[in-house]
């Protein structure tokens, strides 16, 4: 199983970024994948999450309204789109998903939102 985020990057207040999750060596398309985040010196905390065939989703309250997940299972991705980004976004963000009763993680990406 690997997961593989990419997207990330140094964004102004109020803009937006994608993120992509890209999965192999499991039916992406059976499982359900979740968005973490961290920030420097706090917990990671669950950002979004989207249900195996993308039917269903959850977001952090913190981030309603402004961020999207969706998922293509067709190329095996899930996204994550974050529009009017705020200084508190700030974070590394993570792709999880449960394969198996196991949960694997990617490496993370970097989002800075600054001036």
């Known amino acids: 199983v690997q997961l ?13 970024l994608r993120l ?12 359900a994948v979740k968005w973490y985040r961290q920030a420097p010196g706090k917990e990671r905390e669950l950002v979004a999450a989207i249900s195996s065939d993308g039917g269903s989703t959850n977001y952090a309250d913190s ?15 899930v996204y994550l789109q974050m529009n009017s980004l705020k200084p508190e ?3 590394v963000y993570y792709c999880s998903a449960p394969v198996q009763f196991m949960d694997y993680w990617g490496k993370g990406t970097l989002v800075t939102v600054s001036s």
């Open 63 to 77: 981030v309603k309204g402004r961020f999207t997940i969706s998922r293509d299972n067709a190329k095996n991705t």
């Open 20 to 31: 992509s999750c890209a999965a192999s060596g499991f039916t992406f398309s059976s499982y």
């Open 4 to 16: 593989v985020e990419s997207g990330g990057g140094l964004v102004q207040p109020g803009g937006s």
């Open 89 to 91: 976004d700030t974070a």
